[in-house]
């Protein structure tokens, strides 16, 4: 029994540190591009968009299923890194293991 509670506190001191982390990986960024840069994108720890900025010159209402494509590619390369930034931050504080329903 005497275990089980050690084991019960060092959860707890786990979870205190992922909830910790998860909150100051939502105010970090991470940016993403396509088109050679037409086409920005930042978003945080959430994996919530922040901004998209888009160049002028991409921009052509003729076109408009290029710049679609751009978007798209920009926004889930973006959420890509995020995702894998969340990643690395909380294998630091579980030492590797994999827990289901962290990301």
């Known amino acids: 029994m005497k275990n089980m509670g050690k084991l019960l506190k060092e959860a707890q001191k786990m979870q205190e540190k992922m909830a910790k982390v998860q909150e100051e990986l939502a105010s970090r960024k991470v940016e993403a591009s396509a088109g050679g840069g037409m ?11 922040v901004s998209i900025k ?20 920009a926004v889930n390369e973006a959420l890509r890194k995020s995702k894998e930034m969340v990643q690395q931050e909380l ?13």
């Open 39 to 49: 086409v920005r994108v930042e978003a945080n720890g959430a994996q919530e968009l």
């Open 54 to 73: 888009i160049d002028k010159e991409v921009v052509n209402s003729n076109d408009i299923e290029m710049l679609e494509t751009l978007i798209q590619a």
């Open 91 to 103: 294998s630091q504080v579980t030492g590797g293991f994999n827990i289901p329903g962290l990301t």
